[in-house]
């Protein structure tokens, strides 16, 4: 069965952790749509136009990901689009009650789309887009954290 997935976030910046959701995603699924959330609570530090460019970059070697802009709810994009599956990263205990109680008000608003929660790998469990511009801003090491060209562009920004 042909099954399409939607990865929502915000990608404040799309981290190693991101990448490697993403990755075995389209390992599973016939095609992941990655949509770069426009309309975020989230204080952002790039822009919308900056935060869909890294995630178009960094993701243009999977050949069946696509990189789209969210201006709506998720669900909506979700069902113009096909999509079955809405994809989500959990990094710890603390994640799974936030992602299972919008789970089940994304049901509730699409009941045929169903989500499916999958962890990065060990060695990027600890990593979240607010730790990644924490270390930037202090000047730490960002090596296997971001790819290059969002560590380029993480330099540029807090510099």
């Known amino acids: 069965m042909k099954i399409k997935a939607i990865y929502p976030g915000t990608f404040d910046p799309i981290t190693s952790g991101h990448e490697d959701l993403v990755k075995r995603a389209s390992n599973i699924f016939e095609s992941v749509i990655v949509a770069v959330a426009s309309n975020t609570q989230k204080n ?14 960094v993701l243009s070697k999977y050949e069946n990901v696509d990189v789209i802009k969210l201006d709506r709810l998720t669900v909506e994009h979700a069902k113009e689009l096909n999509a079955k599956v809405m994809l989500r990263g959990l990094r710890a205990v603390s994640d ?3 992602e299972v ?19 990065p790998d060990e060695k990027y469990s600890f990593i979240s887009s607010s730790i990644i511009k924490d270390i930037a801003r202090h000047d730490g090491n960002l090596e296997n954290l971001v790819d290059v060209y969002v560590e380029k562009k993480l330099r540029e920004k807090v510099s």
Do not use: G, H
Request: proline share 3%; aromatic share 16%; charged share 25%.
């Open 96 to 98: 799974f009650e936030y």
């Open 44 to 57: 952002t530090l790039f822009s919308y136009e900056d935060r869909y460019d890294m995630c178009k970059k």
């Open 101 to 119: 109680q919008l789970s089940n008000l994304n049901r509730s608003m699409n009941p045929n789309i169903e989500s499916i929660f999958l962890s």
